[in-house]
């Protein structure tokens, strides 16, 4: 890879979003529910649950969200004012197939789209588009409990289908699904398959779990994906498909031999195992070995082997925000994180939301993906929550974000130096946006502030961060001062 100032010419700069996160404008021309709309709005200490119905009394932060359906224009602009070369957003299935389950798609959907490309292309940035990030269809789940029933393959791959004749000539980067490896995370993850029953038909909701469900749901979405990638590629041979998984990064507390192999399990099932199907074309021996220990069977039809063999992905894409230890001793001090805590590391700081932020992680994790997968490598989500406040001017000075970046890009380039393939790094979340864990406004990410208040009140207005000005030179001189 030729390099500039420690970045590959070409490397895709950018940031990343969802459209459950920012889009609102939850039933405009025509689309439908999705499962996250029926998600209440949580906090750190308060799970957010799903409802079958809307209760008044509840607050559902993805109706209206940044409205970024609305101000599309005036975001785009502002992230080719940074410079963008990438940015990464989902389509919502539910604005192509409102119940999931229709044979024609929904053409104001595919506008909305349409015209979003169309500004992307106006500034030369590279679309990087997820196909499901976490936002099935509400009828399915309430149907058919979402990717727990093998149905869902055949919806997935007509949507899909729709998405690549349309955009044949203006997509290349496709995500079949965000975060696949959620599913393999207990209770905590049924927004990753849009499951809500459990066997007996009780609502789930984020507390009881099944884990044959979870990993049956999982065998069809990487059936679902096989189709995709093989379709995909008959329509336009230069699709390019990755996986996509949360790189959560254990380590073992200590080099106590039994800590070691602690971490070394918990990676194999937590983080890898998807990847491991996608990238190799087969089930690892160590989840067969899992799968008998935990008396789960993975229903399969016969060319399923098959398929996933033939139909691998082309590039690894993660999302990386922290780590945390494991420990086989029970009584260590826990910490909080992505989805999942661990046990706390004494070298590492916490952020307001108790992830510990570990940037030589992250250089830990390219390595350890690249040699794995021996493919490009993108990050597609990193970034710090923080509560931003604006000071009496009305400015955000969110130093301790510049300082989050700053660290994780050094030891990206330390990477890049040291061998590492990266292709593209786009931040989560660009602009500010409902958080997926907590349904808050609060927990901001973006460079651009929104004032967008979790009462639901403020003007919408975009404001420009501190780091919007510093992430704008990172781009213009390739990282030069990183
Ligand atoms: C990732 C998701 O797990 O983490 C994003 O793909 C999410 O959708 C991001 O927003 C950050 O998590 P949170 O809970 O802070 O929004």
New binding site residues.
């Given amino acids: 890879m030729t390099t500039t100032n420690g970045f590959p010419e070409g490397f895709y700069w950018g940031g990343a979003t969802?459209a459950n996160?920012v889009e609102g404008a939850w039933l405009e021309d025509g689309k439908g529910v999705s499962t996250l709309d029926m998600y209440t709005g949580g906090s750190l200490h308060q799970k957010r649950r799903i409802t079958l119905e809307l209760d008044s009394e509840e607050r559902y932060p993805t109706h209206e969200a940044i409205d970024f359906y609305h101000h599309y224009k005036e975001d785009i602009k502002l992230f080719a004012e940074m410079g963008f070369k990438m940015f990464r957003l989902s389509i919502n299935w539910t604005r192509i197939f409102p119940n999931g389950d229709e044979k024609e798609p929904n053409e104001a959907g595919l506008e909305f789209y349409d015209r979003v490309f169309e500004e992307l292309q106006k500034y030369g940035i590279e679309p990087l588009v997820t196909i499901a990030?976490?936002e099935f269809p509400f009828h399915l789940s309430k149907t058919i409990n979402g990717w727990a029933s093998r149905e869902m393959i055949d919806h997935y791959v007509r949507y899909s289908e729709v998405l690549f004749n349309r955009y044949k000539d203006i997509v290349k980067y496709w995500i079949p699904f965000?975060?696949m490896n959620?599913l393999t995370l207990s209770q905590k993850a049924y927004q990753a398959g849009g499951i809500i029953y459990d066997e007996s038909g009780e609502l789930i909701n984020l507390t009881k779990d099944n884990a044959e469900l979870r990993f049956q749901a999982l065998h069809h979405q990487f059936i679902a994906n096989a189709l995709i990638v093989k379709k995909g590629r008959e329509i336009n041979p230069d699709f390019q498909f990755g996986s996509m998984i949360?790189h959560l990064t254990f380590y073992p507390l200590t080099c106590n031999p039994a800590d070691i192999i602690l971490a070394t399990r918990e990676m194999q099932m937590k983080v890898y195992y998807c990847a491991d199907v996608l990238h190799r074309g087969k089930y690892p021996s160590y989840a067969d070995h899992f799968f008998k220990e935990e008396g789960i069977t993975i229903k399969k039809e016969a060319g399923d082997d098959l398929l996933l063999k033939e139909n691998t992905v082309d590039y690894c894409s993660f999302?990386y925000?922290m780590s945390v230890c494991v420990s086989a001793d029970p009584n260590q001090e826990q910490t909080g994180g992505?989805?999942l805590g661990g046990v706390k590391n004494p070298y590492l700081v916490e952020s307001e939301?108790k992830w510990q932020i570990d940037p030589i992680g992250l250089r830990y994790t390219l390595h350890t993906l690249n040699d794995r997968y021996q493919v490009p490598l993108m990050i597609v989500?990193n970034g710090l929550?923080a509560s931003d406040e604006r000071n009496e001017d009305g400015e955000i000075h969110d130093d301790y974000r510049i300082d989050y970046f700053k660290s994780h890009l050094s030891e990206m380039k330390q990477a890049i130096k040291e061998g590492v393939p990266l292709i593209a790094y786009t931040s989560?979340?660009c602009i500010d946006?409902?958080?997926?864990?907590?349904g808050e406004m609060k927990?901001r990410?973006g460079f651009i502030y929104v004032d967008k208040q979790d009462d639901g009140t403020g003007s919408m207005k975009r404001i420009k961060k501190k780091s919007f000005d510093w992430y704008k030179q990172v781009i213009k001189t390739n990282g030069a001062d990183i």
């Avoid at 946006?433 to 907590?438: A, D, I, Q, W, Y």
Wanted: aromatic share 20%; hydrophobic share 30%.
């Fill in positions: 969802a996160q990030h976490y965000n975060e959620c949360t999302s925000y992505n989805l939301w989500e929550g989560w979340a946006s409902v958080s997926l864990g907590t927990k990410y």
